[in-house]
C-alpha cells in the first residue's frame, strides 16, 4: 500500500482518516520523513531561505474580549498605549535600516484608533514606496479596510484561529461568529489583499477533529499566508489555567501545511519559539519559510503580552541571533518584500 506521506505529497491532500493517523502518530520516523518532505518542498519553492518582516505592535487598545488572549478588554491588569504616527515610523526606520522589507503592523481591535493608521499608512507608503505593509488589526468595518487599502497596505493577517463554530464559540465572547470573521477575510480578499489565516494549536478543547477542520478550509480558502502557533496561557485571561499547545505537534502542522499549499508563506511563529528552545530553527527545517522579528518599543513590551513569558528581545538582537541560526544550518536572509508568488 502506498504510503500515507506518498499520497499528501501527490495529491496535496489527505482524506479525513489519514489526516487523523498523521496528527495523532507519534511514530518519530514518521514525523521526521513528513519533516524533511516538507523542507524539501519549502527549498524547492524558496531556497534555503528565510523572508523576514518586521513586527511593530502598534496598540494594545482592544474592544473586543477573545477568551484566550491578554489584551483583551477585560482585563484590566494592561496599561493601555497606542504608538505615535513618529513612533511607528521611527521604528519603521530602524527595521528599514536591518533591510526589512516587509513592516507588520499589528494591534487590538479597535476601529477608532484604526482610522488614525490610515493616514500613517500612507506616510509609511510615501516615505518607503517598495516595501510591503502588512496588518493585522482584527475585524473591522469594511470601508475602513478599503481606505487602509487604498492607503498603500498589501497584506492583512486574521487568523481563523478555529474552523469548527461550537469551538470558536468557547475561544470567543458572544456574538464573534468564525462565519464573521471568513466574511472579514473575504472581503480582505476582494480588496486586493494578500490574506493570512490559521490557528492555535492545543487552545481548549480542541481535537484532532477541529484541527482537519481547520486544514481543510486552509485547503479550501488557499490563503496567501498560514500563521500557526500553539495556544500559550496567559495569566489573567479566563483561560490562564489551561495547559499550552504541544510545540511537536505545531510543527507536524507546519509540514501538512507545506504539503498542502507548497507555495504559502508560512511563519515560524514566536509563539513556537516561546514553547521551544531552538523552535525558530526548528520551524524553518519543519517548511516554514518566514520570520517576524520584533521591532516595538522595548518600554512597551510588557503592555502587549497577548501570552504569558512571550520573549521581549529587540529585533536588532533577534536578527543576529536569527543570522547565526540559519547560516549554521546552511540559510540565509532573502532580503526582499517576499511577495506570495504561484511557483
Ligand atoms: N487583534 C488582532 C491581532 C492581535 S492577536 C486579531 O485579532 O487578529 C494576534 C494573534 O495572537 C491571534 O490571532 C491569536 O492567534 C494569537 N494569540 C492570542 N492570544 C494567544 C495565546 N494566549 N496563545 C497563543 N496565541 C495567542
Redesign the pocket.
Known amino acids: 500500500m502506498e504510503s500515507l506521506l506518498n499520497r499528501l505529497m501527490r495529491d496535496r491532500t489527505l482524506s479525513d482518516k489519514d489526516l487523523r493517523v498523521l496528527l495523532e502518530s507519534r511514530d518519530a520516523s514518521l514525523a521526521e520523513d513528513l519533516r524533511r518532505a516538507a523542507q524539501e518542498t519549502a527549498v524547492s519553492r524558496f531556497g534555503k531561505q528565510v523572508y523576514l518582516r518586521g513586527l511593530i505592535e502598534w496598540s494594545n487598545v482592544?474592544r473586543?474580549d477573545?477568551l484566550?488572549?491578554?489584551?483583551r478588554r477585560s482585563n484590566g491588569n494592561v496599561a493601555r498605549y497606542t504608538l505615535t504616527a513618529r513612533e511607528i515610523l521611527n521604528n519603521c526606520s530602524r527595521a528599514w535600516d536591518m533591510g526589512l522589507r516587509t513592516f507588520v503592523l499589528?494591534?487590538?481591535?479597535n476601529p477608532r484608533g484604526a482610522e488614525d493608521l490610515v493616514e500613517v499608512v500612507a506616510q509609511i507608503r510615501a516615505q518607503w514606496p517598495d516595501v510591503a505593509i502588512t496588518l493585522?488589526?482584527?475585524?473591522l468595518p469594511f470601508d475602513l479596510y478599503a481606505r487602509l487599502r487604498q492607503a498603500g497596505a498589501d497584506r492583512f493577517?486574521?487568523?481563523h484561529?478555529t474552523a469548527t463554530p461550537e469551538h470558536y464559540a468557547r475561544l470567543h465572547p458572544a456574538g464573534m461568529t468564525i462565519e464573521h470573521r471568513l466574511g472579514c477575510l473575504r472581503e480582505l480578499r476582494r480588496l486586493g489583499f494578500q490574506t493570512g489565516m490559521?490557528?492555535?494549536v492545543g487552545?481548549p478543547w480542541q481535537t484532532t477533529e477541529n484541527l482537519i477542520a481547520d486544514l481543510r478550509l486552509l485547503e479550501d480558502f488557499r490563503p496567501e499566508m498560514i500563521?500557526i502557533?500553539?495556544?500559550?496561557?496567559?495569566k489573567d485571561?479566563p483561560?490562564g489555567e489551561f495547559p499550552?499547545?504541544s510545540p511537536e505537534l505545531t510543527l507536524k502542522l507546519y509540514s501538512i501545511v507545506r504539503l498542502m499549499l507548497p507555495d504559502a508563506l508560512i511563519p515560524s511563529t514566536t509563539?513556537l519559539s516561546t514553547q521551544m528552545a531552538g523552535g525558530r530553527l526548528a520551524g524553518i527545517l519543519a517548511g516554514a519559510n518566514v520570520i517576524m522579528p520584533n521591532f516595538s518599543p522595548m518600554d512597551r513590551r510588557e503592555d502587549y503580552s497577548?501570552?504569558d513569558g512571550k520573549p521581549a528581545a529587540d529585533g536588532a538582537e533577534t536578527l543576529e541571533k536569527i543570522k547565526e541560526e540559519l547560516a549554521a544550518a546552511g540559510y540565509s536572509i532573502n532580503p526582499v518584500r517576499g511577495d506570495y508568488l504561484q511557483h
Open positions: 482592544c473586543n477573545c484566550y488572549c491578554g489584551i499589528q494591534g487590538g481591535e493585522s488589526l482584527g475585524e493577517l486574521l487568523r484561529e490559521g490557528m492555535m487552545s500563521g502557533g500553539p495556544f500559550i496561557p496567559q485571561t483561560l499550552a499547545g509563539a497577548i501570552y
